[in-house]
T-cell receptor
């Protein structure tokens, strides 16, 4: 099983600043990685798939990068609606696995 | 427009079997390369993948829960049904179904909260 580890657990950021979230895989793979945003009480929303492709309707301030064991989600300029929990997920191998999440909170 | 809705009991007793239905429209399980996935999230915890069923009836289960899970599809009704046996309070969670095309989950429904309690 590929274990996904996200860091930091919590990221405190001021609106208007940028944020960089990390996701590390226990085994390397090319690009079969997704990022999700989840706000309190809501379903997860797909942001990025294939490591760097934005899902339909996702603003350009969200970008994904990485391959191998290190992946990154970057939010260039945080808006008030971006404060949420973010999860990474690999679909390179079974079982499909998620990271533990990074909470982006207002500083 | 694709719509997805999970339905089922909100409360089950320990040892009972949970049965959830995923009804969808604007999406066909007859199409090659598509499927339905189930994911859950316990309160305050991370997301957890449970199962996937493909258009060709290929099924995959989370190995940690495999002995308790079953997923089937009814293509004519545009539905997928998920069952989990021997429910325990630790299975209390919000359960989501989502279209699956071999990769990420594009969750469309709001999920259904299931509490396991006597």
């Amino acid at each position: 099983e590929i274990v996904m580890t996200q860091s930091p657990a919590t990221l405190s950021v001021s609106p208007g600043e940028g944020a960089t979230l990390s996701c590390r895989a226990s085994q390397g793979f090319s690009s079969k990685l997704a990022w999700y945003q989840q706000k309190s009480g809501q379903a997860p929303r797909l942001l990025i798939y294939d490591a760097s492709t934005r899902a339909t309707g996702i603003p350009a301030r969200f970008s994904g990068s990485g391959s191998g064991t290190e992946f990154t989600l970057t939010i260039s300029v945080l808006q008030s609606e971006d404060f949420a929990v973010y999860y990474c997920q690999q679909y390179n191998d079974w079982p499909l696995t998620f990271g533990g999440g990074t909470k982006v909170e207002i500083k | 427009q694709i719509t997805w809705k999970e339905s089922g009991p909100t409360l089950v007793k320990p040892t009972q079997t949970l049965t959830l239905t995923c009804a969808f429209s604007g999406f066909s399980l007859r199409s090659s390369g598509v499927g339905v996935a189930w994911i859950r999230q316990s309160p305050g915890k991370a997301l957890e993948w449970l199962a996937v069923i493909d258009w060709d009836d290929d099924k995959r289960y989370n190995p940690s829960l495999k002995s308790r899970l079953t997923i089937i599809k009814d293509t004519s009704k545009n539905q997928a049904v998920f069952t989990m046996t021997n429910m325990d309070p630790v299975d209390t969670a919000t359960y989501y179904c989502a279209p699956w095309t071999g990769g990420a989950f594009d969750v469309r429904g709001q999920g259904t909260m299931v509490t396991v309690s006597s």
